[in-house]
């Protein structure tokens, strides 16, 4: 009960402040310089609308994609790129099968993460 209180609570507080207006009028400047820059003006707005969803369920950042954004956008696409985002002392206490199952994960993960950096950098304004 107290967590439905506390969220509407808070959605009051964003009706208070003009959040929505402020959010509204952000997409749209964002919107026009995409269209101006020939990009695709609703994808933009979807990144947007994506990032306030996010910020209003109180969603922390993804660790494992902060780093792979990290790792490309100092390094660029590189071909050890799951040998870098290793963790070492994790990776040197399993065992064979253990191994080759946590690089498969990792490997996975990296591929979504790396999807996930090319939309944004995509429709980055």
């Known amino acids: 009960m107290e967590d439905i209180k506390s969220a509407a609570r808070r959605a009051k507080r964003r009706l208070k402040t003009g959040y929505w207006a402020k959010c ?6 964002t919107a026009r310089k995409a269209q101006e820059k020939g990009l695709n003006e609703g994808k933009v707005k979807s990144g947007i609308y994506q990032k306030v969803r996010s910020d209003i369920r109180g ?17 660029g696409e590189v071909s050890d790129a799951i040998g870098r985002l290793t963790d070492r002392q994790y990776f040197d ?6 191994r080759v199952r946590y690089t498969l994960e990792l490997s996975e993960k990296y591929l979504k993460a790396l999807e996930r ?7 980055e304004v």
């Open 24 to 29: 509204k009028q952000s997409a749209d400047i």
């Open 59 to 75: 969603e922390k950042p993804d660790e494992f994609y902060l780093k792979v954004k990290e790792l490309l956008d100092t390094y």
């Open 93 to 98: 206490s399993l065992t064979y099968e253990e």
């Open 117 to 123: 950096y090319r939309r944004e950098k995509e429709t």
